[in-house]
């Protein structure tokens, strides 16, 4: 009779460890599985804003290198800065910022934090057999918003016109940089997409 009791109290004292460990491994599956969502959650919106970032910077660049089309021959190289109300303003620096505005949040004079860099690297006119003069020009704020690429260093690619062999046909490139509050990006995002705590797209391009 002892040895009966004895034994429905262990077989009760199993069930009750057993089901601590099954409430304990449920409330572990439960957290794991809360993490994963919200880890794809983060992601998915992470590569939407980047996917919408390339695609901005890409068209800014494209109509950058457009210059010489619309405004006419002289108007390679970025508009200089001038006095404004006693405040140093760029009109290429405001025009392309509002137009990535645009292109990110659907308001060109929307308040959120968004950096523009413009680059320009111009080509003296030169022999085919001698490097031309170099003249790299940039307009915004690159401590902040960093290009992915060093732009004077590819100036041994730039290619020759076609028409004009003693002409180095221009590059561009556009750097667009954003806020953003997510919360993997430091272990998902290479150096590439990233400037300090901002998200960063550049895009490259020859002139005309």
Known sequence: MKD??????????FIKNTKGAVAIEFVFMIIVLTIMLVFMADLALLRSHLGKMDNASYSLVNLLRERTQLYGKGHET????????GKLENKDLSDF????KHMMY???NSKKELVVVLESLQFGESPIDA?????HSFLGDKQRCEPAT???????IAPRSEVKETRTIPM?????CIKDYSIFKAIVLGESERSGRLLRSSSVAVGR
């Open 4 to 13: 009966q009791y004895f034994n429905s109290k262990l077989l009760r004292r």
């Open 78 to 85: 970025l508009a200089l800065s001038q006095m404004v109300n």
């Open 97 to 100: 910022t509002k137009l990535a």
């Open 106 to 108: 659907g308001d060109a």
């Open 131 to 135: 490097e031309p003069t170099v003249t």
């Open 150 to 156: 060093n732009l004077p260093s590819l100036k041994d």
């Open 172 to 176: 561009y490139q556009v750097t667009i």
